[in-house]
């Protein structure tokens, strides 16, 4: 029976149920650094069943220098873009035998300070981070000799830390320049929070596919907001509010891409037919969307690999890594529609 009460089996009360040792126990634990006994072995591994003894995992660590754990910090888990990613990340770890402690900041810049500070105490082996907005704490993880990737829009060399990405700028251009290539000429962008690096990223992207087509670029035309659906529902409501209001819209996620489509639909207004619609950071629900989104994705689980494998192979010299988006195509941009409407026999 396992040991009754309120304290925890040690490696005594096993060794005094296998009749043997305490370093004996330790080394059956360890798996050394000594032999023991195919007889003993056995004996420690029924008493450590009958105690129900787990290993101190804060005192293994102490004595490795190694806790086998992993922090990831977000800005909000609640993002289905950075739910996805985490989750791409937590079976990375997992398969590797290791453990994620995953901290979510709620959008709120003092709790992802907390949260750090809370995961250094930890002595995890390495954070994964991507910050609420363009003040990362990187000085504190890095006061602690801490691996650190950032999935953020920051400058390794400036930083000195290493970074994995997307070209986001480029990847917001492609999308805006195949809107454009349907015919449209009024373009607006539902952007993000104006303080985020990503959000600028955005809008340069948005601004690079207007000018390169030979477009003006309406102020007028940029709507910021949250990366939310009531983001993107209320960007759209004010967008409807405009005596001129663009033909086509590039919503900076998906959240803001689905909370657009429902003001559209209150507004008696259908995509693509009446609106266009494309987005960025995309999921596997962008496809099931009605209608499907015409999105930019980008490979997580490619990306939760590389940042894995960036800690665990850890020498301190800043590195980046930037891995190709790609442009999926649904029905919200009117490209299967036009092609249906093609594909109608004359009368």
């Known amino acids: 029976m396992a040991k009754q009460g309120s304290g925890r089996a040690t490696r005594a009360d096993v060794a005094r149920e296998a009749g043997t040792s305490v370093a004996v126990v330790s080394y059956v634990i360890n798996n050394g650094p000594r032999p023991v006994a195919k007889a003993t072995r056995e004996k420690v591994l029924q008493a450590i069943k009958k105690t129900g003894y787990r290993p101190n995992s804060v005192a293994r660590a102490l004595a490795s220098g190694t806790t086998k754990t992993f922090g990831l910090v977000v800005p909000n888990i609640s993002n289905v873009f950075v739910a996805s990613l985490a989750h791409a990340l937590q079976q990375e770890v997992l398969a590797k035998g290791q453990v994620m402690l995953l901290g979510d900041a709620g959008d709120s810049r003092q709790r992802e300070f907390e949260l750090i500070n809370n995961l250094l105490e930890r002595q995890v082996d390495g954070i994964i981070y991507i910050s609420v907005d363009r003040h990362p704490y990187i000085d504190l993880i890095q006061q602690t000799g801490t691996p650190l990737v950032m999935l953020d829009r920051i400058n390794p060399g400036e930083h000195q830390v290493s970074v994995l990405r997307v070209d986001e700028r480029a990847a917001a251009c492609q999308v805006t320049d195949h809107l454009l290539s349907?015919?449209?000429?009024?373009?607006?962008?539902?952007?993000?929070?104006?303080?985020?690096?990503?959000?600028?990223?955005?809008?340069?992207?948005?601004?690079?596919?207007?000018?390169?087509?030979?477009?003006?670029?309406?102020?007028?035309?940029?709507?910021?907001?949250?990366?939310?659906?009531?983001?993107?529902?209320q960007a759209t409501k004010k967008m409807l509010m405009l005596k001129h209001a663009p033909r086509a819209l590039f919503a900076s996620n998906e959240l803001q891409a689905i909370g657009c489509v429902r003001a559209l639909a209150e507004a008696g207004l259908r995509v693509p037919e009446d609106v266009a619609l494309v987005c960025f950071n995309g999921t596997e629900q962008s496809a099931f969307h009605v209608p499907s989104l015409t999105t930019v994705r980008q490979p997580v689980v490619a990306m939760a690999r590389a940042a894995f494998e960036m800690l665990q192979n850890w020498t301190a010299e800043p590195m980046l890594r930037e891995f190709a988006h790609r442009l999926e195509i649904g029905e919200s941009c009117g490209c299967f529609a036009k092609k249906s409407a093609q594909q109608q026999p004359d009368n």
């Open 182 to 233: 349907h015919g449209y000429q009024q373009v607006g962008i539902i952007s993000g929070p104006p303080e985020m690096l990503n959000a600028q990223d955005r809008v340069k992207g948005w601004c690079d596919a207007m000018k390169a087509n030979d477009l003006s670029v309406n102020e007028n035309w940029i709507f910021p907001a949250p990366y939310t659906r009531a983001g993107g529902y």
